[in-house]
């Protein structure tokens, strides 16, 4: 997408009830690139890092490496070469880090490098209190002195190395998991995470790691065993499909009707989200590398549970929610991970939606139709759950907030028009409040 001199990015004009029809190309994962980019700062050499998906996390990231003294060159869209042998420890720039939650990764990257780092608190979507409780007790762990002021974080390692130590997470966390896992690789001596996060970036994240030179066993299961080792050198490594984008666009299908092959997947990353969409009367065929989603009846109740992973993905609830207001019958959906993931529902309810809300759990009663209506996107998946239920809806819907959505979908507005829906980008001129179609 062209940027414009003079021409602010503004909103997504829809209009619905078109079903989609085609393939979808799936991009790299961002919940491993956001770790994996960072990672890199603990590589003695040059690592080759493919499959990155162009999002604006993922620009800032890379900003704030080269800030650090990073060499960083783009091979093609997807390719970057990134050098940190000759990075300089330096407090981590306010303004940029403080835009993304992922920044905290730098605070593990940097403790494990350098035995110091000073990295802003970290910004990222508003789903209640986010605390970095367990990331601390981990480097705790480590031998680290960690203090929270003036709305930076301050670790250090008295005797310039992080050493290897003991954590039992309090509650599985995916963030706490893959810092403390950065911290560990060159520490000295033997980490032990318990109950870790199993999500398949956690995975990513140790063969990445590994494929460098370190040795990290147990990803993927709940308790991490990461032997530190003297240095990581370069390598190439290509970085996952995102799960939650497939996810994604399996259930703007599952919405809208219509049939699409959604593909550069791994299909058993997305074995929770196609359970879910079977149980609805939606049809899923797994394929090596790609998945046909396929509706044409109705779309059945059911309930869902947002837990940590190989659970439903609390990244799934709002694109899933989208599909079940037009449900026959009622549905209950139980968020499970954050404290206030519904923020999205009084947009839901300006297109028709009929949900009620108490505490974690939402009850919604499936209407016959959504009417397009002007909604706001309030956090990234939110966004992309006001695109669903816009692709699903009779009439216009006009998407703002948009800059959450690009957070974390790479060309969601050409993935969707090449399967038939009517997704439009509004530019308003800086001067001028109309907004012009582009
Ligand atoms: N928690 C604590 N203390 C901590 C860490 C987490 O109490 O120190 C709590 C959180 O408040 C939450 C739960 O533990 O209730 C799980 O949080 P987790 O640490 O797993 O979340 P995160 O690492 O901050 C990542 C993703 C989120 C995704 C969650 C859960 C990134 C950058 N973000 O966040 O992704 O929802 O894991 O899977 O990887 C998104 O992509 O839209 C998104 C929000």
Redesign the pocket.
């Known amino acids: 997408m062209d940027f414009e001199e003079g021409v602010t990015l503004t909103k997504y004009l829809i209009h619905g009830g078109r079903p989609l029809h085609g393939s979808i190309e799936i991009s790299g994962a961002?919940?491993a690139a956001?770790?994996i980019l960072p990672a890199a700062l603990l590589v003695n050499g040059k690592c080759r890092i493919e499959n990155i998906p162009q999002i604006s996390d993922v620009t800032l990231i890379l900003q704030i490496l080269r800030e650090l003294g990073a060499e960083v060159r783009t091979v093609n869209r997807t390719t970057m070469d990134i050098d940190c042998s000759s990075i300089q420890n330096a407090p981590v720039p306010y303004e940029l880090a403080r835009r993304i939650?992922?920044s905290y990764y730098l605070v593990g990257a940097l403790l494990g490098r350098f035995g110091w780092a000073q990295v802003p608190m970290p910004g990222?979507?508003n789903?209640?209190?986010?605390?970095?409780?367990?990331?601390v007790k981990g480097f705790l762990a480590m031998g680290a002195e960690v203090e929270v002021r003036n709305g930076l974080i301050d670790a250090k390692a008295p005797g310039g190395r992080v050493c290897g130590g003991q954590v039992y997470l309090d509650?599985?966390?995916?963030?706490?998991t893959m810092n403390i896992m950065l911290a560990a690789v060159l520490a000295d001596g033997m980490t032990i995470i318990e109950n870790a996060?199993k999500?398949p970036?956690i995975v990513d994240l140790a063969n990445f790691l590994n494929s460098m030179g370190a040795n990290i066993m147990g990803a993927g299961t709940d308790v991490i065993k990461i032997r530190g080792v003297e240095s990581l050198k370069g390598g190439s490594y290509s970085i996952i499909p995102d799960q939650?984008e497939a996810g994604t666009y399996m259930a703007a299908v599952a919405a809208a009707g219509g049939e699409v092959e959604i593909k550069n997947v791994i299909p058993k990353h997305l074995d929770c989200i196609t359970a879910k969409l079977l149980e609805m009367g939606v049809e899923v065929e797994e394929r090596d590398d790609s998945v046909v989603v396929r509706r044409d009846g109705p779309i059945t109740r059911t309930n869902v549970k947002t837990m940590?992973y190989p659970g439903f993905?609390?990244?799934m609830q709002p694109q899933i929610a989208a599909c079940l207001c037009l449900a026959q019958g009622t549905s209950v959906v139980t968020e499970g991970?954050?404290?206030n993931r519904y923020r999205y529902v009084d947009e839901f309810r300006r297109m028709g939606a009929r949900i009620q809300v108490d505490g974690k759990v939402a009850v919604i009663e499936g209407v016959e139709k959504l009417t397009g209506a002007p909604v706001h996107a309030c956090?990234?998946?939110a966004g992309a759950a006001m695109i669903i239920a816009g692709l699903a809806a009779h009439g216009d819907t006009e998407i703002d907030g948009i800059y959450h959505i690009e957070r974390?979908y790479e060309n969601i507005v050409e993935k969707l028009s090449d399967v038939g829906a009517d997704i439009q980008i509004l530019f308003v001129p800086d001067d001028d409040a109309q907004p012009q179609v582009g």
């Open positions: 961002k919940n956001v770790a939650r992922a990222g979507c789903l209640g209190g986010r605390p970095i409780d367990q990331h509650m599985v966390s995916v963030g706490a996060a999500e970036h939650i940590p993905p609390t990244d991970v954050w404290e956090d990234l998946r974390g």
